[in-house]
């Protein structure tokens, strides 16, 4: 007898998880760091964020798709923290 197939995890869920974690990450960056040194952080943000979204994925364990799951994962999160990163450039424009 074979053992019924588990219903597999919802793979949107790895990719939602990574945009949070940028958008978190972004706010907490453009709020916490000095102006001088938000773009660094902000690139240290996006490679936590690239190396979250292969964890995950890996830990999904499901082959097919794997590469658009982090294509998608990946590209939320750098729109997601170039956009944050642009709003608090136009907010420094504005004299105090």
């Given at each position: 007898?074979?053992?019924?197939?588990?219903?597999?995890?919802?793979?949107?869920v790895?990719?939602?998880?990574?945009?949070?974690v940028?958008?978190?990450?972004?706010?907490?960056?453009?709020?916490a760091?000095?102006?001088e040194?938000?773009?660094?952080?902000?690139?240290?943000?996006?490679?936590?964020a690239?190396l979250?979204?292969?964890?995950?994925q890996l830990?999904?364990?499901?082959?097919?798709g794997?590469?658009?799951?982090?294509?998608?994962?990946t590209?939320?999160a750098?729109?997601?923290?170039g956009?944050?990163s642009?709003?608090?450039?136009?907010?420094?424009?504005?004299?105090?």
């Amino acid at each position: 007898m074979s053992e019924p197939a588990l219903a597999p995890r919802n793979a949107l869920v790895g990719v939602v998880i990574v945009w949070a974690v940028a958008l978190v990450a972004a706010v907490v960056i453009g709020i916490a760091v000095p102006e001088e040194w938000r773009m660094h952080w902000l690139l240290i943000g996006f490679g936590g964020a690239v190396l979250l979204s292969f964890a995950l994925q890996l830990w999904y364990g499901q082959t097919k798709g794997f590469i658009f799951r982090v294509a998608a994962s990946t590209i939320g999160a750098m729109l997601l923290l170039g956009l944050v990163s642009a709003g608090f450039g136009l907010a420094a424009l504005i004299p105090a």
